[in-house]
Structures are given as structure tokens and as C-alpha cells.
């Protein structure tokens, strides 16, 4: 009989301290993390900067983690906030009079939204169209 390679075992998932801690980190490093290459941003100190961002959040972590997952971690947010931006775009751009819900946003999200310098959308609560009301009839 063939005999089945052993499963991966599944690290736990990030907790909200361990995410908290990455963007607190990321927020530090900004520049060099997502700068184009340069003179001054280059590979190595990009590598660089995620090693420390490991080593801090390893230092406080429950389970360790990888330079590749952090990094992943932090693509998998990126990606998460965008689409709640476009979604919450769609909405707000819709036409008629349909009732508008801003999009379900942690505190996480909105600190991502911030780095990456989203523009979000917001309408007045209860607001009128006046663009037909300032028309005399005709």
C-alpha cells in the first residue's frame, strides 16, 4: 500500500495583537517597505526591514512566524481593504435614490486604508438632492 506524506500542519491564525503589531511596524518602516528601488530603497534593506519586522513580531508571538508569512499577511490586508474600497465606491456612486451603508471597516482596515492612501466616499446621513430643487418649473 502507498502510504499518504504527512500533512502540513496549520499554524494558527494571526491574532488581533500580532496584526496590531504589524501595521505599528509597517507604519514605521513605510517608506523603505514599499518604496520603489533606488539608490536609497533597495533590496537588501527591503529584506532587511521585513527580517526586523519578524523579529519583533516573534518576539511577542504565540507561534512563530516567517518572514514569507508576515509578508503574505500584510499582501492578504492590502488586498482585503481594496476590495472593501471598491466596493464601498460602487455604492456610493450608484445613482437614485438608494440607501446608501458605508463599508464594515475594523480599526485594522482603516489603518491600511491610511498607508495606502485609499480616498473614501462618504455621503451626508438623511441628505437632499438639491440639484432638481434649485431649477424654477417649468
Given at each position: 500500500?502507498?502510504?499518504?506524506?504527512?500533512?502540513?500542519?496549520?499554524?494558527?491564525?494571526?491574532?488581533?495583537?500580532?496584526?496590531?503589531?504589524?501595521?505599528?511596524?509597517?507604519?514605521?518602516?513605510?517608506?523603505?517597505?514599499?518604496?520603489?528601488?533606488?539608490?536609497?530603497?533597495?533590496?537588501?534593506?527591503?529584506?532587511?526591514?521585513?527580517?526586523?519586522?519578524?523579529?519583533?513580531?516573534?518576539?511577542?508571538?504565540?507561534?512563530?512566524?516567517?518572514?514569507?508569512?508576515?509578508?503574505?499577511?500584510?499582501?492578504?490586508?492590502?488586498?482585503?481593504?481594496?476590495?472593501?474600497?471598491?466596493?464601498?465606491?460602487?455604492?456610493?456612486?450608484?445613482?437614485?435614490?438608494t440607501p446608501?451603508?458605508?463599508?464594515?471597516?475594523?480599526?485594522?482596515?482603516?489603518?491600511?486604508?491610511?498607508?495606502?492612501?485609499?480616498?473614501?466616499?462618504?455621503?451626508?446621513?438623511?441628505?437632499?438632492?438639491?440639484?432638481?430643487?434649485?431649477?424654477p418649473n417649468?
Amino acid at each position: 500500500m502507498s502510504e499518504e506524506p504527512p500533512k502540513k500542519k496549520r499554524k494558527q491564525n494571526f491574532t488581533v495583537h500580532e496584526i496590531e503589531r504589524l501595521l505599528e511596524l509597517i507604519e514605521k518602516d513605510y517608506e523603505v517597505i514599499s518604496g520603489k528601488f533606488s539608490d536609497i530603497v533597495t533590496l537588501k534593506k527591503k529584506q532587511e526591514a521585513w527580517q526586523e519586522i519578524c523579529r519583533k513580531i516573534n518576539a511577542t508571538s504565540p507561534c512563530l512566524r516567517t518572514v514569507d508569512e508576515i509578508f503574505k499577511k500584510w499582501e492578504d490586508m492590502k488586498s482585503k481593504v481594496k476590495k472593501k474600497a471598491n466596493k464601498e465606491k460602487q455604492v456610493y456612486s450608484k445613482t437614485g435614490n438608494t440607501p446608501r451603508q458605508a463599508a464594515d471597516l475594523s480599526n485594522a482596515d482603516q489603518r491600511v486604508i491610511d498607508l495606502l492612501g485609499i480616498a473614501r466616499m462618504f455621503g451626508i446621513e438623511g441628505g437632499v438632492d438639491t440639484h432638481t430643487a434649485d431649477r424654477p418649473n417649468d
